[in-house]
């Protein structure tokens, strides 16, 4: 079999002597197994690598003990035959995706218990587990996962058989476990897991979404291995948030308990509860190392528990505030203002990414940040981009005022319903912008984009669901132009 060389000839050169090498065609009898495999890896299409594996019998051979990462589902029929023919043929596979999303009876039987007893025995390799939307496997299916002694990571997604108990199975036999994402896992409720994690301390990511079993103060179960967590993504169902009776009692020991983060570099809060001196607000002032943080309508923020976070994370990189109305605009005004916006400025010089957004709820007199404020920070730090979303305060004179930034690379507008024409005119004399995101702006029209038209500023021009923009209007305004329009959200 003749291949033509690849573009990345390096590749090539590093397993074979250069004398003997072709530079118009190579054999592929002649190459190694490891390149081959080097040359399986580039290829992300599963349907792609299947059809190579077919050509012929050593592609064949090579592929199967290659193969390290499965991901099926719906197309498993019958589920434990196909599964056990699978997991024999590709005997070296550590990463394993099962997800039934979409799934219905007439596409056939879901996986059981049965098919991960069989993965827990003819696949002793597996590291990474994810199931989703697997209705059909419970906490016996969990306990046979519990034998997989070089497990790291678990991740379930609406498993609504499974609770505490199944996960506590894990847990207790998996000494290597350091990730682990529940998703609307809805009968979780036994938390004896998250003690246990604290206790083996081996947890570096840990993501919680719409769990209504698991509140802000059960993270508190997880004492000493708070002190290895890197990345903590926690999301309350919003329809549940105020429905929900909390353990008072656990969020006060979050006073009185040391909570470790230094080690902590992402930080994903939504829906959540701050409160001073409990709970989640004990994090965010000791995470010396924090990279990122997205904090997305949590009740109780305030400008102080900002401040402090910029004062101790120095190397802040990315910000995403999105700032909820709440229950009564006079009984909870607004916490997080221009204040916050400054020590961030003063303190993380190395910020990157802003992302601003207000609720559905937000009226635009009310928005906590002003346009000085907004463009004091992305003057002051070299921010690459910049995401502003129903933020009313920025207008046509903000616009103007990002001429003057030089780090500008990336800019998106949503809602931001002061911005028209003669704000957008000035895009074209942004230093170093490559990509511009509209969305719902109602001031924008065709005219605006009449500036950017063959100038080849823009790499990527965006623009979604904007009334008073056609396609036309937009043609040969960047490299690579996307539009859409769908006006349903205006009615």
């Known amino acids: 079999m003749i291949v033509s060389p690849l573009s990345g000839f390096n590749v090539f050169s590093h397993y074979l002597p250069l004398s003997s090498i072709n530079t118009n065609m190579v054999s592929i009898d002649h190459l190694p197994d490891q390149l081959v495999w080097e040359i399986f890896n580039r290829i992300n299409n599963t349907n792609d690598r299947n059809s190579i594996s077919l050509t012929c019998k050593r592609f064949h051979n090579l592929d199967n003990e290659q193969r390290n990462h499965l991901r099926i589902g719906c197309g498993l029929n019958p589920a434990i035959e196909a599964l056990t023919s699978l997991s024999y043929r590709f005997p070296n596979l550590n990463k394993i995706e099962i997800t039934y999303s979409g799934w219905m009876s007439s596409l056939g039987k879901q996986l059981e218990d049965q098919g991960l007893s069989i993965l827990s025995k003819t696949c002793p390799l597996l590291t990474d587990l994810t199931l989703s939307y697997c209705t059909f496997i419970t906490d016996t299916g969990l306990s046979f996962i519990s034998s997989c002694s070089k497990l790291s990571s678990l991740k379930l997604n609406f498993t609504p058989r499974i609770t505490g108990c199944g996960i506590f199975s894990i847990v207790v036999t998996s000494k290597n476990l350091t990730t682990l994402h529940l998703t609307r896992c809805l009968n979780v409720t036994n938390l004896e897991w998250l003690e246990c ?233 942004y230093r170093n912008l490559r990509v511009l995101r509209l969305t719902k702006c109602l001031g924008v029209t065709d005219d605006g984009f009449k500036g950017l038209v063959g100038l080849g500023k823009l790499d990527v021009l965006v623009v979604n669901d904007c009334p008073q923009v056609s396609s036309r209007g937009v043609e040969r305004a960047a490299k690579v132009v996307s539009f859409k329009q769908d006006l349903s959200w205006m009615y």
């Open 197 to 429: 994690l604290g206790k083996i301390q081996t947890l570096e990511d840990l993501s919680i979404k719409n769990c209504r079993g698991i509140g802000e103060g059960a993270l508190v179960k997880l004492g000493p291995t708070w002190r290895n967590i890197r990345r903590l993504r926690f999301e309350v169902d919003s329809n549940y948030r105020y429905m929900k009776l909390y353990d008072r009692l656990a969020v006060d020991r979050w006073h009185t308990q040391w909570v470790p983060c230094e080690n902590m570099t992402e930080v994903k809060l939504v829906n959540c509860i701050i409160s001073p001196g409990r709970g989640l607000a004990c994090i965010l002032d000791k995470c010396k190392n924090l990279k990122r943080i997205h904090l997305d309508m949590c009740i109780g923020a305030r400008d102080t528990d900002i401040i402090r976070l910029a004062q101790n994370s120095k190397n802040l990189r990315a910000i995403s505030i999105r700032v909820p109305s709440g229950f009564s605009l006079m009984e909870n005004p607004v916490r997080v203002t221009d204040e916050s916006l400054r020590a961030v400025a003063q303190n993380c010089t190395r910020l990157e990414s802003v992302t601003l957004s207000f609720s559905d709820g937000e009226f635009p007199s009310l928005s906590s940040f002003s346009l000085d404020g907004i463009l004091n920070l992305v003057k002051t730090c070299p921010v690459k981009e910049l995401v502003l979303d129903r933020v009313y305060s920025f207008n046509n004179v903000g616009m103007e005022a990002l001429c003057c930034v030089e780090n500008l690379e990336i800019l998106e507008l949503v809602r931001c319903q002061e911005i028209s024409d003669e704000g957008l005119g000035f895009v074209g004399q």
